[in-house]
Structures are given as structure tokens and as C-alpha cells.
């Protein structure tokens, strides 16, 4: 079955995030309309949700003491659940609790693969998502040059202006337009990560998200859509950036 969400700029968003989100509202209420149908957002509801957001979007018990958030991230860990939101403000220990549930995920056969944002990446496409790819090949250094065969010249190409140890881009890529390029990233990177998850389980740990290149974050919300093998993600958010009248970037894309 085909369920088709239909949102339009500017009638129904101000920028790209609040764009993609209508059109994923849009998208369920098609499947909740019984599929093989496309729907428009339903802005009054749509409003409703994006107040909501920050409290629904990632259901999980209110932790309070040192006890409980222990049982509810082991919980997170030997669930189904595929992501765990951290949020605190500046100094509450955030990074360090991420690095608490990186043993524990080691503890249980999970590969733990960890990049921190940083304001200057803001603007820089898909950085993280290097990064990540980075950390895996740390562990891995023969995963690239074992997968060559099953991408183009342009495809590494691309990938290798992004992870220099995969030698110089070269010419393959010098006529290749923005457009085309981003189209060429954002496969490439999709099927990569499918095929880092397909081998083993991973939890990408993302600290300070709310700094997320915008081309990593669509990437990880469409790849959750496009993958059944088991990963899990866990973000850490500055409390002031889930604010329901502020930034909902990583809330909305990761819905």
C-alpha cells in the first residue's frame, strides 16, 4: 500500500523542518485514513501536536533519582524502543550520562559509535553523519575498501571529500552539479548506514544534537523509516531547544 502526506510552501510551513513535518503529519493521516490515499496536513491539529511534541514524540516515564534513570535506560537498551532523548540544561551532565549508556550498550553486544555536534557544523552538510561513519571505520579500517565494488566512482568520490582516509575525491566528481551532489550524498550515505547496521547492532550516540547539520538529521529520520534491521540512537538536547515555542528541529525531524 502507498500512504502520500501533500504539504506546500509557503501555505502550510515558513521553512524546510516545519515543512518536512507537515508533510509526515499529512503522511499519517493517510494511513490512519486506511492507506492508498494522500491527505493534507490538518493544521489545527498539527498545532496542537507541535506544542505537544517535546513530551509525546519520545513517550517514556518522567525519571527522577539515580535509580530509576538506571532501570529506564536499561530498559531503552533491551527494548524495542529505537531512540532515547537526553535533555538537561548547560552543565547538568549530560555528555556524561551518554557515556554511562555507551558502556552499558557495549556490555550488550551494541557498538556504541559517538560524535559530539559543534556549533560550526550547523551549516556544513551531512558532517555527522561522517563522522559516525568515521568512528565505525576506526574499529573497521578494511569496511570501505571491502565495499568498493558495490559503489560508483562518483559515489566514493563524494564520500571521500567527506572522510579524507578514504584517499582524494578526484576528477569523477568535478562536473557533478549541487543538486546532483546531494542527491549522490544522500543515497550514498543511506545505503551505507543500512549496511553498517545489517552487520552488527549500533547505537549512534549524538551529543549536543541541537547543533545537527540539517542534511545528517533528515538523513537519520528517513533512514529509521527505511531500515528493520535493530539500531538505536541517543541524543542529548539542550532543554532549551525542545522548548515547545522554541527550535523543535530535532523533535519534528525525528518524529
Not at 556490555?107 to 561522517?130: D, F, K, V, W
Not at 565495499?147 to 572522510?163: D, H, K, V, Y
Request: hydrophobic share 40%; charged share 20%; glycine share 10%.
Amino acid at each position: 500500500t502507498t500512504s502520500v502526506g501533500l504539504a506546500s510552501f509557503p501555505d502550510d510551513a515558513g521553512d524546510f523542518f516545519a515543512l518536512f513535518h507537515a508533510a509526515d503529519h499529512a503522511r499519517y493521516l493517510s494511513k490512519e485514513g486506511g492507506r492508498n490515499c494522500v491527505n493534507a496536513p490538518d493544521m489545527r491539529k498539527l498545532s496542537e501536536e507541535q506544542l505537544a511534541a517535546p513530551y509525546t514524540c519520545f513517550p517514556s516515564p518522567v525519571t527522577v533519582g539515580r535509580p530509576q534513570l538506571t532501570q529506564d535506560i536499561d530498559a531503552f537498551l533491551g527494548g524495542p524502543e529505537r531512540f532515547l532523548m537526553v535533555t538537561g540544561g548547560n552543565g547538568t551532565g549530560k555528555t556524561r550520562l551518554l557515556a554511562e549508556i555507551a558502556l552499558k550498550a557495549r556490555a550488550r553486544n551494541l557498538l556504541p559509535l559517538n560524535h559530539r555536534c559543534l556549533a560550526t557544523e550547523t551549516g556544513i552538510p551531512y558532517t555527522t553523519a561522517a563522522a559516525l561513519l568515521r568512528e565505525y571505520t576506526k574499529g573497521f579500517p578494511d569496511f570501505f575498501p571491502s565495499q568498493r565494488g558495490r559503489f560508483s566512482t562518483e559515489q566514493m568520490g563524494l564520500i571521500a571529500g567527506l572522510i579524507p582516509d578514504l584517499g582524494k575525491p578526484g576528477d569523477a566528481i568535478s562536473g557533478i552539479g549541487p543538486d546532483r551532489r546531494g542527491q549522490i550524498l544522500f543515497q550514498t550515505f543511506s545505503d551505507i548506514f543500512r549496511i553498517v547496521v545489517g552487520q552488527q547492532g549500533v547505537l549512534f550516540i549524538i551529543d549536543e544534537f541541537h547543533h545537527v547539520d540539517s542534511e545528517s538529521a533528515v538523513l537519520l529520520g528517513t533512514f529509521t523509516d527505511q531500515v528493520t534491521t535493530p539500531f538505536k540512537c541517543v541524543f542529548s538536547v539542550r532543554e532549551a531547544d525542545i522548548d515547545p515555542f522554541g527550535d523543535q528541529r530535532a523533535v519534528n525531524v525525528l518524529r
